[in-house]
């Protein structure tokens, strides 16, 4: 499965953003769905995390400001953003497990999200 992040900017403290990342090639019915993030100088984290099985799990930064979602007949998944802090600003990733497997093994090309004080 091939993904394309998109959706990132510049905007200000406080301000929102919706983040989308369709796929391609194969669906992603079937598929754990996260996003994650990296900040300047700093490794790569999670931000969110939908299981097929139900649970979504969200970094404490983010719980209450950011929700995960998807949509099966448009193929994509989205990160929508509100009340966004500097702290947010990272280059964002959509991720997408195999069928069957846990852990993220595809990634979207990254889109950057900039958060102004």
């Known amino acids: 499965v091939q993904l394309q992040a998109s959706g990132g900017g510049l905007v200000q403290a406080g301000g929102s953003l919706r983040l989308s990342c369709t796929a391609s090639?194969?669906?992603?019915?079937?598929?754990?769905l996260a996003w994650y993030r990296q900040p300047p100088g700093q490794q790569r984290e999670l931000v969110a995390y939908?299981?097929?099985?139900?649970?979504?799990d969200y970094a404490d930064s983010v719980k209450g400001r950011f929700t995960i979602s998807s949509n099966g007949r448009e193929n994509s998944v989205y990160l929508q953003m509100t009340n966004l802090k500097p702290e947010d600003t990272a280059v964002y990733y959509c991720g997408a497990s195999p069928r069957g497997r846990s852990e993220i093994a595809y990634w979207g090309q990254g889109t950057q999200v900039t958060v102004s004080s």
């Open positions: 090639e194969d669906r992603i019915s079937g598929r754990n």
């Open positions: 939908e299981s097929t099985r139900g649970p979504i």
